[in-house]
């Protein structure tokens, strides 16, 4: 039986462009994708605009809650994302490393947020097509 890849979504504070990521493709890959997501400052608690903006795709992180990242959680994945927040993760040899450069939705209202959910989401559908054809 073939392994199942390993993707892991950084951002600073893990409360919004990496927990939409994470849903988005936990959702288009149906558990064929492993997903993690963390923050080197982790938040309290997942951006009300970025759940909000889910909800209207019928999508709830509210109940996420924002994890330190760990080396382990780095070693562990086969492929890394930034999320363009100037994070920076433990390299190791045989991973992917990938920035997406993404504007940050702290302090935004859910109008401001929804394209950069738009533009997460055409990302991860990419990613998900690239590591499931692959």
Request: with cysteine; net charge negative; aromatic share 4%.
């Amino acid at each position: 039986m073939a392994r199942t890849p390993e993707v892991l979504f950084v951002c600073v504070h893990n409360a919004g462009r990496s927990q939409m990521a994470a849903a988005l493709l936990q959702h288009y890959s149906l558990g064929r994708i492993a997903v993690r997501s963390a923050g080197s400052e982790p938040a309290e608690k997942v951006n009300p605009a970025a759940a909000a903006a889910l909800a209207e795709w019928g999508l709830d992180i509210t109940a996420e809650v924002p994890s330190k990242l760990s080396t382990e959680d780095v070693e562990a994945s086969d492929v890394v994302i930034t999320m363009g927040c100037g994070d920076t993760c433990p390299v190791f040899p045989g991973k992917r490393y990938l920035d997406w450069p993404l504007e940050d939705p702290a302090g935004q209202g859910v109008d401001a947020v929804r394209p950069i959910r738009d533009e997460i989401d055409r990302r991860v559908r990419g990613l998900v097509a690239e590591i499931l054809d692959a």
